[in-house]
Nanobody, 114 residues
Framework: QVQPVESGGGLVQPGGSLRLSCAAP????????MGWYRQAPGKQRELVAR???????IYTDSVKGRFTISRDNAKNTVYLEMNSLKPEDTAVYYC????????WGQGTQVTVSS
């Protein structure tokens, strides 16, 4: 099974920015929804942001106004622009594509620390 390929994680200071990218495992138009989830140590995986077919976008409350999810149809890629990062944003971030099957990326570490 082809897996989404993520990139862009790393270490950043509080208040900084990062952009995550994820290449879809096929044509982006074949998926009903795509998005980003995260899992912090000792916590359950949670939704961060999601784009649903038709254009509806959902953000978890803690990232509203700071994170932006977007897609590039020509590149079959989804992005997560993260600004004003906080230590509590530290987690492994996973991209997800939902269609006839559910595809998860391998995860990329984001660490926000001074």
């Amino acid at each position: 099974q082809v897996q989404p390929v993520e990139s862009g994680g790393g270490l950043v200071q509080p208040g900084g920015s990062l952009r995550l990218s994820c290449a879809a495992p096929g044509s982006i138009f074949s998926f009903y929804a795509m998005g980003w989830y995260r899992q912090a140590p000792g916590k359950q995986r949670e939704l961060v942001a999601r784009i649903i077919k038709g254009g509806r976008i959902i953000y978890t409350d803690s990232v509203k106004g700071r994170f932006t999810i977007s897609r590039d149809n020509a590149k079959n890629t989804v992005y997560l622009e993260m600004n004003s990062l906080k230590p509590e944003d530290t987690a492994v971030y996973y991209c997800n594509f939902e269609g006839n099957s559910n595809f998860w990326g391998q995860g990329t570490q984001v660490t926000v620390s001074s």
